[in-house]
């Protein structure tokens, strides 16, 4: 079975930085898009990231012009950078990719998640 892996997560002061890194444990084909999504405490779980294969990009308003996605330098991969964080930047940090199968049914691979605190 193939799954996302996650990596890069931890504390930071407010106003620090983290780069998200995600990959997948093995060969995935159909990929559209990759992206990520994040689980904040007392909040609905919600998007983050999204970059299409084309190279499109979208973000969730509270985190633009601090957040970049980005390819990574493997096939597949794909990184988020976190710039100026902020505490209600906490939370679990998931990644994904969307897929499309030969019949182009689409779904959605997911990664554990990893932690990202932001905290004095």
């Known amino acids: 079975q193939v799954w996302l892996v996650e990596s890069g997560g931890g504390l930071v002061q407010p106003g620090g930085s983290l780069t998200l890194s995600c990959a997948p444990s093995?060969?995935?084909?159909?990929?559209?898009?990759m992206g990520w999504h994040r689980q904040v405490p007392g909040k609905e779980r919600e998007p983050v990231a999204t970059?299409?294969?084309?190279?499109?990009?979208n973000y969730t308003e509270s985190v633009k012009e601090r957040f970049t996605i980005s390819r990574g330098n493997a096939k597949n991969t794909i990184k988020l950078q976190m710039n100026n964080l902020k505490a209600e930047d906490t939370g679990v940090y998931y990644c994904?990719?969307?897929?499309?199968?030969?019949?182009?049914?689409?779904?959605?691979?997911w990664g554990q998640g990893t932690q990202v605190t932001v905290s004095s």
């Open positions: 093995g060969t995935i084909l159909g990929v559209i898009a």
């Open positions: 994904y990719a969307e897929k499309v199968d030969y019949s182009f049914i689409r779904s959605v691979d």
């Open positions: 970059l299409t294969t084309g190279g499109r990009t």
